[in-house]
């Protein structure tokens, strides 16, 4: 089993199962969140040309500020039109 911690602060690790994983990326859709930090626009426009070239389609997201969570709307859109996340945090 592996243990993932929760970087904002929490005081006790949830018990989570890891999210199953597609055996292809032909014909999924997968969002590519931008945290709005330096560079992660970078990181993303190569990982877009990868998935595309995978034949996945590829949605891109912006969260507003990278020391906020991304808001309830930006999170139900992600939620409700992907199948798949990749979040950038490169610096």
Same mark, same amino acid.
């Given at each position: 089993?592996?243990?993932?911690?929760?970087?904002? %602060? #929490?005081?006790?690790?949830?018990?989570?199962?890891? =999210?199953?994983?597609?055996?292809?990326?032909? *014909? &999924?859709?997968? *969002? &590519? &969140?931008? !945290?709005?930090?330096?560079?992660?626009?970078?990181?993303?426009?190569?990982? %877009? #040309?990868?998935?595309?070239?995978? *034949?996945?389609?590829?949605?891109?997201?912006?969260?507003?500020?990278?020391?906020?969570?991304?808001?309830?709307? &930006?999170?139900? #859109? !992600?939620?409700?039109?992907?199948? =798949?996340? !990749? #979040?950038?945090?490169?610096?």
């Amino acid at each position: 089993m592996t243990t993932l911690l929760d970087p904002t %602060s #929490e005081t006790a690790p949830a018990a989570r199962e890891r =999210a199953r994983r597609p055996e292809s990326l032909t *014909g &999924l859709t997968v *969002g &590519l &969140l931008d !945290i709005s930090k330096p560079r992660g626009n970078v990181f993303l426009d190569r990982v %877009s #040309e990868r998935l595309t070239a995978l *034949g996945a389609t590829v949605n891109r997201y912006t969260k507003p500020a990278f020391s906020k969570p991304a808001p309830v709307d &930006l999170r139900h #859109e !992600i939620a409700t039109t992907c199948d =798949a996340v !990749i #979040e950038a945090l490169a610096d």
